[in-house]
């Protein structure tokens, strides 16, 4: 499943995507002493503002670089369904970061590392050569050509550089969010999750930016227009106004995404979103992303044994299991589910740690006879319904 073979060949390396994984691929690889080079189709790293939850793993992973995009925390999560509620205490915050701070503090560390970073640079296509690969590239209008002896592909869900080098395009559903102005009763360390099964399989949140605003997002299925008349819905009957909106199709991840492949005498290798490292029941790629980068520098410098990948690999199966289960949910089940949740907090869980919260959710789904039959039959049905 993971090569075996380290990877210790010198040799220049071009990663394809300057945003959150490719720029940590780049500081990575270079700061072990490999000649890297990243390209982005963009004009500039000046990404559009955007608030995202994380969890405390990206203090870990990112140490000093972490603090300046760390703009709150949240410690508790509030789920609602069908007029209940129940409420779960963290015991270690959640952070919600900011993208337009991230970035840059990303792309100056690579800078650092010695990664060298080209703009308004496009990548069209890949092909072996004797010594390696020949990347096509656009650059300023122009065409150009590059050699490399690794390519990485950061470039997102629909990866140019995975089709290139023959991976299966990656299944993809719309995530659209709304930024409002936070309710007067939510506090900006709770973010808000509302189980509407027929809204959507997935749920409604409400992440707290700051005192006074929030975004509020639906994950879909289907189309993009679909998912938004929905969430439009919602914040009615919520009265809540949208001030502006964001969204995209953001991968979802069924089975593990073999990360590396041989093409003539070079390798090619995929990270973040354009290898589907999503967690599907939550839809966060930034942590897990990070550990794609980590699992694929380590590849490309030969050290670590693969094992940020197989840790990497266990964290998507869970979440995928979970998720699976949780597709068939219908009102009752999630109504059933809420309500063991605040008895099993009120009773003997008053705090968990959040990625205990998925392991909380698992316990909670083995020990009760009807939610294991719907389990069951989520994880029997293989496919999700259409
Ligand atoms: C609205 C929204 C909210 C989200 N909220 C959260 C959240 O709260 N928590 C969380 O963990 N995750 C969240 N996510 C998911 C998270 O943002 C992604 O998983 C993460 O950004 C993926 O990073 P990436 O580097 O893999 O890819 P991307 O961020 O998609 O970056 C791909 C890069 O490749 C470049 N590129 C693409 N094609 C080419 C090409 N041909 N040539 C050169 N460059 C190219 C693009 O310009 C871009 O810079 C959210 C996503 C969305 C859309």
Redesign the pocket.
């Known amino acids: 499943m993971y090569e075996n073979q380290p990877d210790t060949k010198n040799g220049t390396v071009v990663v ?7 720029l940590m691929t780049a500081a990575k690889v270079a700061a072990g002493g490999r000649d890297v080079r990243l ?4 004009g500039g790293f000046d990404p559009a503002p ?1 608030s ?3 969890t405390h793993h990206f203090r870990e992973q990112l140490r000093d670089v972490a603090a300046s995009s760390i703009v709150n925390e949240i410690r508790r999560f509030e789920l609602f369904t069908d007029g209940r509620s129940a409420s779960v205490a963290l015991t270690r915050p959640d952070l919600i970061i900011e993208r337009a701070r991230l970035i840059p503090a990303l792309a100056q560390e690579a800078t650092k590392a010695g990664a060298k970073l080209s703009f308004d ?3 069209l296509g890949l092909a072996p050569n004797s010594r390696g690969l020949r990347l096509e590239l656009e650059s300023g209008g122009k065409r150009q050509e590059l050699h490399a002896d690794h390519v990485v592909g ?4 629909t990866t ?1 550089v995975g089709r290139s080098a023959g991976w299966p395009p990656v299944e993809t559903v719309p ?1 659209v ?1 709304a930024i409002v102005k936070l309710p007067k009763d939510c506090p900006r360390d709770t973010t808000r999750v509302w189980f509407v099964p027929d809204d959507t399989p997935y749920f409604y949140w409400l ?1 707290p930016e700051n005192d006074s605003r929030g975004a509020l ?1 639906i994950i879909g299925e289907g189309s993009g227009q679909e998912t938004k008349k929905r969430i439009e819905r919602f914040l009615e009957k919520k009265q809540m106004e949208p001030l502006e909106w ?3 199709r ?1 991968p979802v991840y069924r089975k593990w995404i073999r990360v590396e492949r041989r093409v003539g005498n070079g390798k090619v290798f995929l ?4 290898a589907a490292q ?1 967690k599907v029941s939550t ?5 897990t ?1 990070f550990r794609g980068a980590q699992g694929v520098a380590d590849a490309l410098l030969g050290v670590g044994g693969r094992s940020e990948l197989r840790t990497l690999h266990r964290e998507l199966a869970t979440h995928w299991l979970i998720r699976k289960t949780l597709h068939h949910f219908e009102q009752k089940h999630y109504s059933y589910l809420v309500d063991l949740l605040d008895r099993a907090t009120r009773e003997s869980l008053g705090e968990i740690h959040r990625d205990h919260a998925t392991r909380l959710l698992w316990t909670v789904l083995r020990r009760q006879p009807r939610l294991i039959l719907l389990g069951l039959r989520g994880l029997l049905m293989g496919a999700w319904p259409r």
């Open positions: 394809v995507g300057g945003s959150a994984a490719g390209l982005d189709a963009k955007r995202l939850i994380v640079t496009r990548f950061a470039d997102g869900a140019r995530l969010q992440i997002g964001q969204g995209a953001i990270v973040g979103d354009a999503v839809v966060g790629g930034i942590v992303g």
